[in-house]
């Protein structure tokens, strides 16, 4: 079965310092990839995409950028915090080579607190 | 365009009651759209879903959604709630001529469940 985690499930950063968050997917191959934002009493923002191996899209032009160093590997980071990036940061899945299946697989979730 | 308006933020009902929470539409397309489910500090959970078949769709728990195109609506009903039904719910749509990711999120609703 397919499985995804995502970590650190809790981090407090001061502003200006980086940041690394991690995601990984077990049990699927060349799956699409998605990192969304979650701010208190708001819906979903996405924010980056990947259907492949090194293959990155934005939606939203901010302080974040992501990776996807293998294929089942997505990592969203910055070099310097801002207060308002602060917020509940979500991977999610879906099954490669279909769009907008609508049929997500979410992380757990990591909460970034940046004081 | 598409957008979703979740038309109560918040919900609150006796354990054992019927559960409605209420979901409106726009899509410029024949729309796919979802109910999700989130607990509190946990990523998104899909509940059902609905993709142009039968307009009464039948989720997990005891979950169902009825797609009523006239009314551009899709209301989530459980007959009898549960302890465990208190999350946060949010309806969504995707257009399959939309980009990657893009899914729109409507605000969500809170449902509380009194014993």
């Known amino acids: 079965s397919q499985t995804i985690h995502q970590w650190p499930a809790t981090l407090v950063q001061p502003v200006g310092s980086p940041l690394s968050l991690e995601c990984t997917v077990e049990?699927?191959?060349?799956?699409?990839l998605y990192w969304y934002r979650q701010a208190a009493g708001r819906g979903l923002q996405l924010l980056f995409y990947s259907v492949g191996i090194g293959q990155i899209s934005s939606e939203v032009p901010q302080n974040l950028s992501a990776s996807r160093p293998q294929d089942r590997q997505f990592i969203l980071s910055s070099k310097k915090l801002l207060l308002s990036d602060s917020g509940f940061y979500l991977c999610a899945w879906e099954t490669g080579h279909r769009r907008n299946t609508g049929e997500l697989f979410f992380g757990e979730g990591s909460r970034l607190t940046v004081l | 365009a598409q957008s979703v308006t979740q038309l109560d933020s918040h919900v609150s009902v006796s354990e054992g009651t019927p559960v409605l929470l209420r979901c409106n539409y726009s899509?410029?397309?024949?729309?796919?759209l979802f109910w999700y489910v989130q607990h509190p500090n946990k990523g998104l959970q899909l509940l059902l879903k609905y993709t142009s078949a039968a307009t009464l769709v039948k989720g997990i728990n005891g979950f169902e959604a009825e797609f009523k195109k006239s009314e551009t609506s899709f209301h989530l009903t459980k007959p009898s709630a549960h302890m465990s039904d208190a999350a946060e719910y949010f309806c969504?749509?995707?257009?399959?001529?939309?980009?990657?990711?893009?899914?729109?999120f409507g605000q969500g609703t809170i449902l509380t469940v009194h014993p």
């Open positions: 969504v749509v995707s257009d399959p001529g939309t980009s990657y990711g893009k899914l729109t």
């Open positions: 049990g699927t191959s060349n799956p699409n």
């Open positions: 899509s410029s397309y024949s729309p796919s």
